[in-house]
């Protein structure tokens, strides 16, 4: 793992950094990048403006680890409101939710709690739970698998650069539970993660091929390939077609901001493709991990800071920036 990528996971778990950070104006127009705004409204034009460009959503509102019951209720609430506006506008649009966010940390059946208070009104839409560090794999998956057995509309994401993965796909795999599959973006040591990004690739593609395989066989739920690897998703699309596997049997998934000419193509291929949109004020964690994908992103919030220097503030760099330029510099 690189230097630069190290230190901004590290910056990511820093709360008093978090509070500074996003107290400025500058990062908070970078941040626009991966994020249309701060607000639900924000994030449901977004949803409406992909799905008319035959693009399907998954929501999340940004935040992790709270601490009180009281705030688990306010974002149980919050993921009610979204889901009630996502069927008013008839868009095709999932939720994606992290554990600690509905609780996980507080012990008992928080979580659990959580989930029974969303999941009747998802209208059979899929929920899907965000896998987060590694030591919530365990309790995440037990939770799944409860939560599974009365509500079938529930799917989990699993990250190819921890060594367990293997295992842990199978145990869905055999209960038919759906899985997002993902490389991971925390940060981990060696003795649980694999390290290199050419050896957590290799795992991805292994990994994405059972599933597939798993799919074919009419096996698990419908699979979710989230990853803006270029390499990886013509690996899988022509892994499908040697498997036969219909193209509504499973789905790619990218970030907002991110390949929106990949998306765009998929599209046009005939693949299904589901977008990613973040809303909400809690937002420095999960935007430290998004700089920490692609270390040059860095750059674009030196960029703010330098407008914002030369113009006294005015001027947003991120926008005349086309979104994936950088993306499309790296990816072949
Ligand atoms: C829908 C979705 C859900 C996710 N859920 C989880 C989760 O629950 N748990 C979890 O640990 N991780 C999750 N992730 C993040 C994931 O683990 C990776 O960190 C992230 O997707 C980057 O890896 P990559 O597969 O795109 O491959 P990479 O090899 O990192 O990137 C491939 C190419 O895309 C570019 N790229 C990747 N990310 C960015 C970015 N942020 N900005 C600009 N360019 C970029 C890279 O520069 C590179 O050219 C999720 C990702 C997506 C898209």
């Given at each position: 793992?690189?230097?630069?990528?190290?230190?901004?996971?590290?910056?990511?778990?820093?709360?008093?950094?978090?509070?500074?950070?996003?107290?400025?104006?500058?990062?908070?127009?970078?941040?626009?990048?991966?994020?249309?705004?701060?607000?639900?409204?924000?994030?449901?034009?977004?949803?409406?403006?992909?799905?008319?460009?035959?693009?399907?959503?998954l929501?999340?509102?940004?935040?992790?680890?709270?601490?009180?019951?009281?705030?688990?209720?306010?974002?149980?609430?919050?993921?009610?409101?979204?889901?009630?506006?996502?069927?008013?506008?008839?868009?095709?649009?999932?939720?994606?939710?992290?554990?600690?966010?509905?609780?996980?940390?507080?012990?008992?059946?928080?979580?659990?709690?959580?989930?029974?208070?969303?999941?009747?009104?998802?209208?059979?839409?899929?929920?899907?739970?965000?896998?987060?560090?590694?030591?919530?794999?365990?309790?995440?998956?037990?939770?799944?698998?409860?939560?599974?057995?009365?509500?079938?509309?529930?799917?989990?994401?699993?990250?190819?650069?921890?060594?367990?993965?293997?295992?842990?796909?199978?145990?869905?795999?055999?209960?038919?539970?759906?899985?997002r599959?993902?490389?991971?973006?925390?940060?981990?040591?060696?003795?649980?993660?694999?390290?290199?990004?050419?050896?957590?690739?290799?795992?991805?593609?292994?990994?994405?091929?059972?599933?597939?395989?798993?799919?074919?066989?009419?096996?698990?739920?419908?699979?979710a390939f989230a990853?803006?690897?270029?390499?990886?998703?013509?690996?899988?699309?022509?892994?499908?077609?040697?498997?036969?596997?219909?193209?509504?049997?499973?789905e790619f998934e990218m970030?907002?901001?991110?390949?929106?000419?990949?998306?765009?193509?998929?599209?046009?291929?005939?693949?299904?493709?589901r977008?990613l949109?973040?809303?909400?004020?809690?937002?420095?964690?999960?935007?430290?991990?998004?700089?920490?994908?692609?270390?040059?992103?860095?750059?674009?919030?030196?960029?703010?800071?330098?407008?914002?220097?030369?113009?006294?503030?005015?001027?947003?760099?991120?926008?005349?920036?086309?979104?994936?330029?950088?993306?499309?510099?790296?990816?072949?």
């Amino acid at each position: 793992m690189g230097l630069a990528r190290q230190a901004l996971l590290w910056a990511s778990r820093r709360k008093w950094l978090g509070a500074k950070f996003q107290a400025w104006s500058f990062t908070r127009r970078a941040s626009r990048r991966f994020l249309p705004g701060e607000d639900l409204e924000a994030a449901l034009e977004a949803v409406v403006k992909l799905g008319d460009e035959g693009i399907s959503s998954l929501i999340t509102l940004l935040g992790e680890n709270v601490s009180t019951t009281a705030e688990v209720q306010d974002v149980v609430r919050q993921y009610q409101t979204t889901l009630c506006q996502i069927q008013s506008r008839a868009a095709d649009c999932q939720l994606s939710i992290k554990p600690t966010q509905l609780g996980m940390d507080l012990g008992g059946d928080s979580c659990e709690q959580g989930l029974f208070a969303l999941l009747p009104h998802a209208a059979g839409d899929l929920v899907w739970v965000d896998m987060e560090s590694s030591g919530y794999v365990d309790r995440t998956l037990d939770l799944i698998e409860t939560v599974n057995s009365t509500h079938k509309n529930i799917g989990v994401c699993l990250q190819a650069y921890l060594h367990r993965t293997d295992g842990d796909l199978d145990r869905l795999v055999s209960r038919g539970i759906p899985v997002r599959l993902v490389k991971g973006a925390y940060r981990e040591p060696a003795s649980v993660a694999i390290r290199k990004k050419k050896d957590v690739d290799v795992n991805y593609l292994k990994l994405g091929c059972r599933l597939l395989d798993a799919v074919a066989a009419g096996k698990g739920g419908p699979a979710a390939f989230a990853t803006h690897d270029m390499n990886l998703v013509r690996s899988i699309q022509e892994y499908s077609v040697k498997r036969s596997v219909p193209g509504d049997a499973f789905e790619f998934e990218m970030l907002y901001g991110v390949g929106r000419e990949h998306q765009r193509r998929l599209v046009a291929e005939g693949f299904r493709v589901r977008v990613l949109v973040s809303y909400g004020s809690a937002w420095f964690p999960w935007y430290m991990r998004r700089l920490a994908e692609r270390p040059a992103n860095v750059w674009f919030v030196a960029r703010s800071l330098v407008s914002r220097w030369g113009s006294g503030g005015g001027g947003d760099p991120t926008a005349s920036e086309p979104l994936n330029s950088g993306l499309s510099k790296t990816v072949k």
